[in-house]
Nanobody, 114 residues
Framework: VQLQASGGGLAQPGGSLSLSCAAS????????MAWYRQAPGEQRELVAS???????DYLDSVKGRFTISRDNAKNMVYLQMNSLKPEDTAIYYC?????????WGQGTQVTVSS
C-alpha cells in the first residue's frame, strides 16, 4: 500500500500551495499521519504531524506558515503551505508517524523560486 501525495508545483516566494494525500481506510483510522520532505542532498525530515484525534506538531521552521489537517470521513490528509520560502523546495511525502516503509509513495515536488 502506498500513500499518494499530490498538489505540488512551482510557487514564488511568499506564495502558497496545498498538498493532499489519499490513504486507505485501514491506514487512516489507526495511525497518526505526517508530512515529510527531502531536499536534494539532504535527509528526509518530518515537517508536520497530526494524531487521529487532531493534535498537531510542526517543524520549527514551518510553524506559523504550514497547517496540517485531516478529513477522517474521506481518508485524506492535507498540508496548507503559506509564505513559502526557497528553502521549502523539496519532494514532499506523506506517511504514518512513525513511518512504515511500505507506505512511501512517489511524493510531490514543491519548488519555490522567483
Amino acid at each position: 500500500v502506498q500513500l499518494q501525495a499530490s498538489g505540488g508545483g512551482l510557487a514564488q516566494p511568499g506564495g502558497s500551495l496545498s498538498l493532499s494525500c489519499a490513504a486507505s481506510g485501514s491506514i487512516f483510522s489507526k495511525y497518526s499521519m505526517a508530512w515529510y520532505r527531502q531536499a536534494p542532498g539532504e535527509q528526509r525530515e518530518l515537517v508536520a504531524s497530526i494524531t487521529s484525534g487532531g493534535s498537531t506538531d510542526y517543524l520549527d521552521s514551518v510553524k506559523g506558515r504550514f497547517t496540517i489537517s485531516r478529513d477522517n470521513a474521506k481518508n485524506m490528509v492535507y498540508l496548507q503551505m503559506n509564505s513559502l520560502k526557497p528553502e521549502d523546495t523539496a519532494i514532499y511525502y506523506c506517511n504514518t508517524m512513525p513511518t512504515r516503509a511500505a507506505y512511501w509513495g512517489q511524493g510531490t515536488q514543491v519548488t519555490v523560486s522567483s
